[in-house]
Every structure is written in C-alpha cells, then in structure tokens.
C-alpha cells in the first residue's frame, strides 16, 4: 500500500463515529413518527367504531348530524335496550309500562356532534379571517412603512413574547375584555376575538417573513413606474407574499380550531341545541355561544363519569376533529398552491 | 471652463456650510470641466447644479454639476463605487426609498424645476423619469401585464387602447416578434437578454421623456447585449437617456456625451468623443483605456 492511498482512507474509529450519528438521527426520526403514528392510529381505529358502521351507508349520519343527548339503557321484554332522550320518549309513550322501567343513563352518550362540528368551523372561520385581516395589516406597517427604530424593535419583541403566552391567559383575557367589559357575553365575537389574539403572533411573522421574501428589484420597479407605495404594495408585493402568509395560517388553523382553553370562557356552550343560524335577528348571530369539538371534547372526557359509552363519543369527536383540520388545512393548502403557481418567480 | 464650480457656489443655498468649501482647500480640487460649457447652446433638460448626496453621514457626492441635454444618450462611467448608481437614481428621486439619505446640497432641475422641492409630486416625476435596472426585474406576472402595469396605475382600462400600447411597446423595445404569440405567458419565461427588454419596453409604455438604464447589460451575454444596444440606437430620437455602464466600448458606441466619475467627483464631462479620443485629464485616460479602475 502506498502513501497516496492511504490518505484517502479514513480509519475504523472516524467511520464507526459517523454511523453512530447518523443512527441517532435516524432513530430520533423513527421516535418522533411512531409516537404520532401511535397517536392516529389509536384515535382512528377507536373514532371509526363511533363515526362508521358495518350496514350501508356505512357511516354514522346520526353522529354527524345530531345535537348530543342522553343515553337510556334498560331491559325491555327480556332485551337490553339504548335508546337517545327523543326515542326513549317517543317509546315511553307508545309502552305506557316502560314509564317506569328501571333505567343507567349517561349524558351526551347519544346523538351526535353536529352543533360542535359547526360551532368550531365558524370559530375558525371568524377568527381567522380576524387574525389575516389585522395580522397582514401589522406585518406590512412593520415591514413596508415603519422605520427600524427602538420602538419597533420593541414591538416586535412584544409580538414574540405573545407567541409564549398560554392560551388559557388568553382565554382569561378575553373573558375580561369582551365577555364582561365589552359585555358581548359568551358569544362567537367574543371568541374570534380571543382566538384571534391567540394566533397575531404566528400570523405577523411569518406574514412579515413572506413580505421580506418578496425581492426588492419588484417594489423598485413598480415605484420606477409611478406606483405609490400602496400600489405598490397591494399589486406588486401582496400577491406574491399570499402563498407564504397562507402558509403560516395553515398552521394558525390547526391551532385556533384546536385550542380549548381560549374559548371555554368566551365562546364555548357545554351544550346548545339551537344551530347557530336559529336566529332571530342577523345581530343575534354574533352575540351567541356554540359548542365546539375541543371543548366537547373535554367536557365529554372530564366533566362526566366515565364509562365505555362517553368514551364511544370522545373517541368519535377526536377522530372528526382531526378529520374537519385536515380538511380545512388541505383547502388552504390546495388554495396556496394555485396562487404560487400563478405568481412564481 | 476650468472653475466653474466658485460661481456656482455663491448661489447654493446656505445649509450645508463647510464640507465642499473645506474639501476645496485641502484636496486639489478635481474641477468640473464641462458644467459651463453644457449651459451655452445645448438643450439642457436635467440641470444637475453642484450637487452633494449624503448616505447617512457617508457622502456619496461631491459638487456634482452637470447638464443632461435632451434626446441624446449620456453615458456615466468610472470605477465601481464612484456613485454613478447614487446619481441615476437621484434623477427620479428612488434614493427617497432608503432610509437617511439626503440631498446636502445643491439642486437638480428638470426642465427647470427643482426636483427636490417638497411640493414636487414625485410619483409623477417618475412617469416622466424612467428607470431599467441592473438586474432585470420583470414583475411575475404576463408579458402583457408587465408592460400595462404602469397605464393601470394611472387608471387606464381601454382594452383596445392597452392591446395598441403594449404592442407598440414592444416594437419599440425591439421585442414584439418573439413574444407576440405568448403576451400571456409569465414575464419570467424569457431569456435574460428578453427579460431586459422588457424592462425596457415596460419603461417606455408610460412615455416618459427621460430613461434611466443602470448597466442595462451587466447580466447579458454579448448577443443580447448588442440587442439592447441596437434598441438604445433607436430609443435615442425620442428620449433622454442616461446611462450607467462598466463597459468602455459600450459607452463609446451608443452615447454622445460621457462623463467620467472617481471617487464621487465628476472628473470630466465632454462629448463622448472627446473623452475616449483626447481626455482633458490624465485619470480619465488611463480608466477609458483600462488602466485603472
Ligand atoms: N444604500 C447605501 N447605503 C450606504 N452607502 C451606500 C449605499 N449605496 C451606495 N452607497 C455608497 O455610495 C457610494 C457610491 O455607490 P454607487 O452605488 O453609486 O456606486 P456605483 O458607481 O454605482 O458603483 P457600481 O459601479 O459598483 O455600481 C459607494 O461608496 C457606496 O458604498
Ligand atoms: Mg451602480
């Protein structure tokens, strides 16, 4: 062997090192995917009992489409009988005798989650059309007209401080801002507003993020051209940071439509029957609570006893919970995309 | 001609009271050939009058004063760092956009009015001041949205009128054969040399009457270059061009006047002739034939 090739082999000792790390990365990949694989799996096998069923057409319409009720279980002619609060009472009519039938009922062990599933696409609606319209506002002051100084250092220290807010600070604040100072009640303007708060600081940065991405020789050009500065920025500088803003709110979603903390004092019925369009008034519409999947979640989970029928409905509300943010998550996705293929550059 | 800088210094306002005076005592001053001599008989439209241009405490510029005349092709060369850039963009008020630059002395008129008056409205000064940047920058967007961008600014929504002026646009830009088949395909689909002119012809679609070209051709290869090149032959009978350039033959085929910059002083200003064929000053000789710089 000659010293030439020699040079190029690097000994046992540095090899062995280089597959340590890479096997320590690789493991702590393989860690992080079976935990969250582990934590679908659990919730989708568990969820699917609830939300699909074996006869045609093989999905739970009732869960999905009815407000939550009591469960009755009793024994009928021999047979063990469960029935939701409206049957067992149409039934109780028809059976005189089972008036006094010896009944186990469990609350919201019946029926379905539909007001929860409306309550929580309007809450992430609202809040974050909220969020955009004031956070994008923010991240272009910031990033297109303020002038670096010490006071906007400090307000973009405040905004990074708000992301390390917990949510349920914010869930006090809006509770005391405009559930009982603004006097809105517990109602969805109160909790768009909450929720909106909650996500400024995600939606401002990566919004500012987006905006700083958009090259310069574009705002110079359109300027060239004799655009004003907010010409400038709402049809050479905007369309072009959307898809990145989109990006960061995608993230947004998941987090409004899932925290419950923000809306448990602001926005959140335990329970409500009215659809939220059971109004009399448009007004009304704003000034009213909803159910919402997260906190159904809890209360199903943490404010009853529990049994295998309660744990039937958390299961199946999680699964539809993950269900609904993925969806709204891959509309956005599907919506960014289109706007990056027509603005690419 | 020599000393036509004490003259012009009488008429300065008084703000800024002691940088140029000083520096003509210590340093030699370089005089400013040409500043008089562009005053008698020519057809001055940007009036540059010992201007001093300050980068926060940094200056960029030192008693700039020259006269640009109208419907000729001025070129600004000298080595990297001299200010032509700083100059150019002076002309349409783009050094506004960056934070603690300011105008210490002096005044630039076009068609003699001061630029740099506070009534001035300057998102017009930049319709009638155009600019092509270094780095081409078509907005991604269509070709024919490119060079419409400037005409919906100002409210224009004349579909036959826009189709009219986007075509002529790009005739005018020497571009309209290769793109007229895709005026909707993205501006950002064209070649390098492409993309340039269509900066060019975008510029042109709001009719200024003067265009600014910052090394228009610094990124294109030779064939394109000679493109832009032709096209600034034929621009030079409707617009004032001034432009910026690192390449010597460039200046010395497409301009009639050339000034020559060092260090943020103009050193020489004549006919472009002139400087490449018998340069008043010893420095600008030995940059025009690459000596230095
Ligand atoms: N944004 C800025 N902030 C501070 N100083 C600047 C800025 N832009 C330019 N300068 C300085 O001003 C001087 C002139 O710069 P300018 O860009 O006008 O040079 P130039 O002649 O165009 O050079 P080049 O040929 O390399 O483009 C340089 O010393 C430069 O460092
Ligand atoms: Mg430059």
């Known amino acids: 062997m000659n010293a030439a090739t020699h040079v190029f082999r690097s000994t046992a000792g540095a090899r062995r090192g280089e597959r340590a790390i890479f096997w320590l990365f690789r493991a702590a990949t393989w860690f992080v995917l079976l935990c969250g694989a582990a934590v679908f799996l659990n919730i989708f096998v568990k969820g699917s009992r609830t939300v699909f069923k074996a006869e045609a057409p093989f999905i739970n319409t009732t869960f999905l489409t009815e407000a939550p009720e009591s469960l009755y279980i009793f024994e009928w002619e021999g047979k063990k009988r469960e029935m939701g609060d409206r049957e067992f009472r149409a039934f109780k009519e028809q059976n005189p005798a089972a008036a006094h039938v010896a009944t186990e009922s469990y609350v919201y062990s019946a029926g379905g989650i539909w007001p929860c599933i409306v309550g929580t696409v309007l809450l992430v609606v609202g809040s974050m059309t909220i969020a955009l319209c004031l956070g994008v506002s923010a991240a272009i002051y910031l990033n297109e007209y303020a002038r670096d100084g010490a006071f906007i250092r400090f307000v973009r220290l405040a905004i990074l401080n708000l992301a390390g807010v917990p949510s349920i600070v914010f869930g006090l604040f809006g509770f005391g801002m405009f559930v009982i100072f603004f006097g809105w009640n517990v109602s969805l303007l109160a909790g768009w507003f909450t929720l909106a708060f909650m996500v400024l600081p995600v939606v401002i940065t990566a919004s500012e993020e987006s905006l700083k991405a958009v090259p310069k020789g574009f705002r110079e050009g359109s300027l060239a051209l004799g655009a004003t500065k907010w010409q400038t920025i709402r049809k050479n500088v905007l369309p072009y940071a959307l898809p990145g803003i989109l990006t960061s709110s995608i993230l947004g979603i998941a987090r409004v439509a899932g925290e419950t903390a923000p809306i448990m004092f602001t926005a959140a019925y335990v329970v409500r029957d009215k659809l939220p369009w059971d109004v009399d008034r448009l007004g009304d519409f704003f000034f009213q609570g909803v159910m919402a999947l997260p906190y159904h979640i809890y209360v199903v989970s943490s404010k009853i006893p529990q049994n295998d029928y309660t744990e039937r409905v958390q299961y199946g509300t999680a699964f539809v919970f993950l269900f609904i943010v993925a969806l709204i998550a891959t509309s956005s996705i599907l919506l960014r995309n289109h706007l990056r293929n027509r603005y690419k550059w | ?293």
């Open chain 2, 1 to 293: 001609m020599v000393n036509a800088a004490p003259a012009t210094m009488e008429t300065r306002p008084p703000a800024p009271p002691s940088a140029p005076a000083l520096a003509a005592k210590v340093s030699p001053r370089f005089p400013a050939v040409a500043a008089a001599a562009a005053s008698e008989g020519r057809n001055v439209i940007v009036d540059i009058d010992d201007v001093d241009f300050f980068y926060g405490a940094t200056q960029a510029l030192h008693d700039i004063t020259l006269g640009i005349e109208a419907k000729k092709v001025t070129a600004l060369i000298g080595p990297s760092g001299c200010g032509k850039s700083t100059l150019l963009r002076c002309l349409n008020r783009m050094n506004d956009l960056i934070d603690g630059t300011r105008l210490g002395g002096g005044t630039i008129k076009i068609h003699g009015v001061d630029i740099y008056q506070p009534d001035v409205d300057v998102i017009e000064l930049r319709k009638r001041v155009g600019m092509v940047f270094q780095k081409s920058n078509p907005f991604p967007k269509s070709i024919y949205e490119n060079i419409t961008y400037g005409l919906r600014l100002q409210g224009l929504k004349d579909r036959r009128k826009l189709d009219e002026i986007v075509e002529r646009s790009l005739r005018g830009a020497a571009l309209w054969d290769e793109v007229k088949d895709r005026l909707q395909a993205s501006g950002l689909g064209l070649s390098g040399g492409q993309q340039q002119r269509l900066c060019i012809a975008r510029a042109i679609a709001v009719e200024p009457e003067i265009i600014l070209m910052d090394e228009p051709c610094s990124a294109l290869d030779p064939v394109a270059t000679a493109k832009v090149e032709e096209l600034i032959q034929q621009l030079r009978s409707r617009y004032t061009i001034v432009i910026v350039t690192h390449n010597m033959q460039q200046a010395a085929r497409c301009s009639d006047r050339t000034a020559f910059f060092y260090l943020g002083k103009l050193i020489e200003y004549a006919d472009t002739r002139e400087i490449f064929t018998n340069p008043a000053h010893a420095q600008t000789e030995a940059y025009v034939s690459g000596r230095f710089g």
